[in-house]
């Protein structure tokens, strides 16, 4: 029942900033924690961001002051702000959360940053 969608995702140039969206679909719901995680070829999944129900945050050191998570509760919804993008930051994102004990992924935007 509960479905995630991101968007927002897109080719920019480095230095350039885009804003993930990420709507819970299937009304009102509560969720708890929230998060993007991206995976690059090659590479392991990893977490880029995450955000508490009650708002706390948690980063990963390579994106700390120039992504920002925040949520919207009343639009089931959680954005990422990236600032100041680089071609490293290449990535399919993935939107997750967590409701009455099981996890959901969104399928994923693609994010690429050319120099």
Do not use: H
Not at 84 to 95: Q, W
């Amino acid at each position: 029942q509960v479905q995630l969608v991101e968007s927002g995702g897109g080719l920019v140039q480095t230095g350039e900033s885009l804003r993930l969206s990420c709507v819970g679909s299937g009304g009102l719901v509560s969720f708890g924690s929230m998060g993007w995680y991206r995976q690059a070829p090659g590479k392991q999944r990893e977490l880029v961001a995450a955000i508490s129900s009650g708002g706390t945050t948690n980063y990963a050191e390579s994106v700390k002051g120039r992504f920002t998570i925040s949520r919207d509760n009343d639009k089931n919804t959680v954005y990422l702000q990236m600032n100041s993008l680089r071609p490293e930051d290449t990535a399919v994102y993935y939107c997750a959360a967590s409701f009455r004990s099981s996890n959901y992924w969104g399928k994923g935007t693609l994010v690429t940053v050319s120099s």
